[in-house]
């Protein structure tokens, strides 16, 4: 089993930049998607960015795509999220999934889960 473990939250200034890791443990993250999601208080998980499995193919939300960038390194079992000019409108709970079989922006795609990383962007 896969176990998730989020960090690199924090607190930022808007305009400034964090990355985001998820450790992974367990087994090897080869054959899962694996994907960036968010949840700000009192709104649905969102989709960030994701990773295919097969291709490393990356997809991105519309809104964040010039700003965001999803990376791996699998052999260090190690997805990161690298953030740059960053609005107070991403503050959330960030979470990292795993899983497949689904599209890659779908929740339904991911049956593991991070436990979150709390990011805040200051005005």
């Known amino acids: 089993q896969v176990q998730l473990v989020e960090s690199g939250g924090g607190l930022v200034q808007t305009g400034g930049s964090l990355r985001l890791s998820c450790a992974a443990s367990?087994?090897?993250?080869?054959?899962?998607?694996m994907a960036w999601f968010r949840q700000a208080p009192g709104k649905e998980r969102e989709f960030v960015a994701g990773m295919r499995a097969t291709t490393g193919a990356t997809v991105y939300a519309d809104s964040m795509k010039d700003r965001f960038t999803i990376s791996a390194d699998r052999a260090k079992m190690t997805i990161y999220l690298q953030m740059n000019s960053m609005k107070p409108e991403d503050t959330a709970v960030y979470y990292c999934?795993?899983?497949?079989?689904?599209?890659?922006?779908?929740?339904?795609?991911?049956?593991?889960w991070g436990q979150g990383t709390q990011v805040t962007v200051s005005s």
């Open positions: 367990g087994r090897t993250l080869s054959n899962y998607d």
């Open positions: 999934g795993a899983g497949g079989g689904f599209g890659i922006a779908s929740m339904r795609n991911y049956n593991l």
